[in-house]
């Protein structure tokens, strides 16, 4: 008996083979479908999807036998991974003198071998699609391009496992770093909110000592650093309310849209806008705080960025068998129809300002949207400029 050498590129086959974490899995359909096919096409009663590891040849599809590894110094597969032949084939290998005194060939009984190893793209072989008999014999043309054949679509297999393997691994990564992401902005949120009442603070003692001087240019000044202040505590207040949307989604209850339109309508009693529910909707174990957040922001926007003398917000709801749909229209502003596709990104506006002069943070629909996918739904607008908006959103029942 003659052992197989090792490829010259082993260390890096080696890890290759590794990175697709085919090792010690357990069988599987496609695989086993694969030799089954391979068997019935080759008369044979064995057929293999082997992976060559370091000092072993692992069967990730096995048929005709019960072992699930094998040494890989007394493997025919390690010799076929060797071979410059599209099929390595042994016809009896009891008259070829690098088996003929192989455990295989004497326990049992691998009499005929054909393999076709199975490279990757970069020409890496992990292993092979083999088949074996008990008796001497040959392969037809036919049968070594059906056999090479299946081959490729074992391949085809590792590739698709490897880039699901990588896909998950890039996702991993994205969500951990969304993650460190997120406590940085809620740390640096959190840490904002100290300076910031300082500096409103003085803001108000200057106001209160020394705007009656009437100096225009102090006063200019005085304007331009509150309505900055004031910019500052909506950026720092969205983005702590962007990071703790996901603790809204946890409890559950059952409600009606009329009590959570009545509740955020009595938020806005000392504003000049007109609040009216149009149709009520009973809503069964649902996150009543989070729709509240979803309702106070969109109502909040639409009296916000609204022109009009008389502010008219209407809300309706419906229901199907897999959703609840409510809509929030106003007669506000409206919004560009260039700009309806991004307002929902975070940090994303219009650039437009609101009645009070100051331009919106990005934050507040792009924490409605969070939301609203946090209760399995979406969120979508249909607006005018000029006559208003109607925001769209649906709850998973």
Request: charged share 30%.
């Given at each position: 008996?003659?052992?197989?050498?090792?490829?010259?590129?082993?260390?890096?086959?080696?890890?290759?083979?590794?990175?697709?974490?085919?090792?010690?899995?357990?069988?599987?359909d496609a695989y086993d479908t694969i030799t089954k096919l391979a068997s019935y096409i080759c008369n044979t009663p064995i057929s293999l999807v082997t992976l060559l590891d370091a000092d072993r040849n692992f069967l990730k599809s096995r048929r005709g036998i019960d072992i699930a590894e094998s040494p890989r110094d007394i493997s025919f597969c390690g010799h076929a991974i060797l071979s410059e032949e599209p099929v390595f084939i042994v016809e009896d290998a009891r008259l070829d003198e690098?088996?003929?005194?192989?455990?295989?060939?004497?326990?049992?009984?691998?009499?005929?071998?054909?393999?076709?190893?199975?490279r990757t793209?970069?020409?890496y072989a992990l292993g092979t699609l083999c088949v074996y008999d008990h008796k001497p014999r040959t392969l037809s043309l036919e049968e070594q391009d059906a056999l090479r054949g299946l081959a490729k679509q074992t391949v085809l297999l590792f590739e698709a496992?490897?880039?699901n393997i990588d896909l998950a691994a890039a996702q991993n990564e994205t969500a951990q770093r969304n993650d460190r992401l997120e406590d940085f902005a809620?740390?640096?949120?959190?840490?904002?909110?100290?300076?910031?009442?300082?500096?409103?603070?003085?803001?108000?003692?200057?106001?209160?000592?020394?705007l009656g001087e009437n100096d225009e240019d102090f006063a200019l000044y005085i304007k331009h650093l509150d309505t900055s202040a004031k910019s500052m505590r909506d950026y720092i207040d969205g983005l702590l309310k962007y990071y703790r949307a996901d603790t809204l989604l946890a409890t559950k209850e059952d409600t009606t849209l009329f009590t959570l339109v009545k509740?955020?309508?009595?938020?806005?009693?000392?504003s000049n806008v007109a609040i009216k529910?149009?149709?009520?909707?009973?809503?069964?174990?649902?996150?009543?705080?989070?729709?509240?957040?979803?309702?106070?922001?969109?109502?909040?926007?639409?009296?916000?960025?609204?022109?009009?003398?008389?502010?008219?917000?209407?809300i309706s709801g419906n229901e199907s068998k897999d959703f609840y749909t409510i809509s929030v229209k106003d007669n506000g502003t409206g919004i560009p129809e260039d700009k309806q596709e991004?307002?929902?990104?975070?940090?994303?506006?219009?650039?437009?300002k609101d009645r009070n002069g100051r331009q919106g943070s990005g934050m507040g629909l792009a924490t409605v949207r969070k939301l609203v996918e946090g209760l399995g739904g979406t969120i979508s607008v249909s607006s005018v400029v000029g006559e208003g908006s109607i925001f769209t959103f649906t709850i998973r029942r």
């Open positions: 008996m003659i052992a197989p050498q090792k490829p010259t590129n082993e260390s890096k086959r080696l890890e290759v083979l590794k990175s697709y974490n085919l090792l010690d899995t357990l069988p599987e690098r088996f003929h005194d192989n455990p295989l060939v004497r326990d049992f009984k691998a009499i005929f071998y054909a393999g076709v190893p199975l793209s970069d020409g496992r490897k880039r809620r740390l640096v949120a959190h840490d904002l909110k100290s300076p910031l009442a300082s500096i409103e603070g003085l803001l108000n003692l200057l106001k209160e000592d020394y509740d955020v309508a009595d938020l806005h009693k000392s529910i149009e149709d009520d909707l009973k809503l069964v174990a649902v996150s009543a705080i989070a729709i509240d957040q979803i309702l106070s922001n969109l109502v909040d926007n639409a009296t916000k960025y609204n022109d009009k003398e008389a502010p008219t917000i209407k991004i307002i929902f990104d975070l940090f994303k506006t219009t650039g437009t």
